[in-house]
């Protein structure tokens, strides 16, 4: 069982190992990456100017059962990887697009706990986006607690009420930076016993 990190090349690509390491060691889990591959988005809305995050989620599903040799482990069958995948291989899309989800006019990432797939956008994690100077420490941070923030979501941990908790629900960039990158304590205990019991559900 595992976490895939799958970077669209669009995004800087230096960023993917520092990002791939930290998330590993925050989530207290394996993450591996793969590089070097440009994801064709769906759901483009062109009115908004913007991808649909859901749409975006079942065309990765898809990919995912498609390309089975860059996300299924070695081991796996893959009659058992394209029927259980979405519970035991977890993967992970990291995309230049900025994405909006129903009732929201955009969203920073979204996660989908029955598909086992999550994607975040790294469109509104810049500083240039906010006119400030670029920082690529500050977009790995932020990369870093929305990555996890999403897997959390994928291990099916909900939204918490504490503002330092990865699992906080930031509505804008100052929530988003306020955040460390750390589970709070109730977080890290449920996150845990989930990673440890991965069958459960
Ligand atoms: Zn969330
Ligand atoms: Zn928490």
Redesign the pocket.
Request: net charge neutral; with cysteine.
């Given at each position: 069982m595992g976490v895939h990190i799958f970077w669209d090349s669009r995004v800087p690509i230096g960023l993917s190992r520092p990002v791939t390491e930290e998330l590993s060691a925050v989530l207290g889990t394996p993450v591996s990456r793969i590089d070097n591959a440009i994801f064709p988005l769906e759901g483009y809305d062109p009115a908004r100017c913007q991808y649909d995050a859901v749409k975006i989620l079942t065309k990765l599903d898809m990919f995912r059962r498609r390309r089975a040799d860059l996300f299924k482990p070695q081991d796996m069958d893959l009659d058992f990887f394209n029927r259980y995948n979405h519970i035991y291989e977890k993967v992970l899309l990291i995309t230049p697009g900025d994405l909006f989800a129903p009732k929201t006019s955009f969203v920073y990432g979204l996660a989908h706990l029955k598909l086992g797939a999550a994607v975040v956008s790294s469109f509104r994690l810049t500083n240039e986006y906010y006119g400030r100077h670029p920082n690529d420490d500050a977009l790995i941070d932020r990369l870093v607690t929305e990555g996890a923030?999403e897997i959390g979501?994928l291990y099916g941990l909900e939204?918490c009420d504490n503002p330092g908790c990865i699992m906080y629900?930031p509505n804008n960039l100052d929530d988003l930076d306020r955040k460390r990158k750390y589970f709070c304590g109730r977080c890290r205990l449920d996150l845990d016993s989930r990673i440890r019991g991965g069958f459960e559900y």
């Open positions: 923030h979501h939204h629900c």
